[in-house]
Nanobody
Framework: VQLQASGGGLMQAGGSLRLSCVAS????????MAWFRQAPGKDREFVAG?????????YGDLVRGRFTVSRDNGRKTAVYLQMNSLKPEDTAVYYC???????????????????WGLGTLVTVSS
């Protein structure tokens, strides 16, 4: 599976951005997708994600209520992240990831995902 994220850029605080992630290759085996982010000098953190088999979406505490994740239902080839009310602390490289493995798993754990995109940089100025 190959992942290509796009949509990052420079935005002022309070503004909005929409990230896209397109998956190609063996996407039919995907069990879920997610967004993570990593700011300079910090650990990678969970932003939002879901399991294809369910309807529920999951969010990290710092973005809940401001960010919305959406999917192309059925095709398993794209995930989007609508980011509103951006804050300077949202500045990070945003990565999309795909889970393919079977068995129980946690959407918010980065080690659960086998495939990762290169990331797209989001910079929020104050």
């Amino acid at each position: 599976v190959q992942l290509q994220a796009s949509g990052g850029g420079l935005m002022q605080a309070g503004g909005s951005l929409r990230l896209s992630c397109v998956a190609s290759g063996r996407t039919s085996r995907s069990k879920g997708m997610a967004w993570f982010r990593q700011a300079p000098g910090k650990d990678r953190e969970f932003v939002a994600g879901f399991m294809w088999a369910g309807v529920r979406t999951f969010y990290g505490d710092l973005v809940r209520g401001r960010f919305t994740v959406s999917r192309d239902n059925g095709r398993k080839t794209a995930v989007y992240l609508q980011m509103n009310s951006l804050k300077p602390e949202d500045t990070a490289v945003y990565y999309c990831a795909v889970r393919e493995g079977n068995g129980s798993w946690s959407v918010s754990r980065d080690y659960e995902y086998e495939y990762w995109g290169l990331g797209t940089l989001v910079t929020v100025s104050s």
